[in-house]
């Protein structure tokens, strides 16, 4: 008389708990992503300076060869007033964004792009009350007219 041998139950796989660490992994890496941008975002509206200094110091490093050193003191007293503008929280968001879409980081800034800058800071620090305007402070006082 011959037996069968006893079946004996499946193995259970090798990742049973991958799912749920790998979950449990990435979730506790996206809460402090999370934290860090927040973190961020509240630095850089207590601080806007700070990125703007970034970028002047990255654009300050790619000059080209034709930017003069007037035209580099130029944008240097410009960004001084904006900057200055920026700390007292004067300058309109509108400005912020002439700004952002005139810098261009990344590769050489040449003559043409250190005056657009230049009038674009210039600008910006004008609408906010800055140091250099180019319109007057006041309307020129009215003439007297005469009465019958």
Known sequence: MSTAPPIEPAAPPANRGCW???LLG???AAVLLVAALIGLGVYIQK???AVTDLLMERIRAGYASDVTDADRSELDAAYSDFRGALEEK???KEDMEK???TVKLGRV???EEVHELTRVFQEA???AGGTRRSAPESPPP???TPLP
């Open 26 to 28: 990435c979730g506790g």
């Open 47 to 49: 601080k806007p300076t």
């Open 125 to 127: 620090a004008g609408n």
């Open 20 to 22: 749920k660490a790998a």
């Open 99 to 101: 700004v952002r879409d």
């Open 142 to 144: 009215a003439a007297a």
């Open 109 to 111: 800034v040449g003559r």
């Open 90 to 92: 004067r300058i309109r």
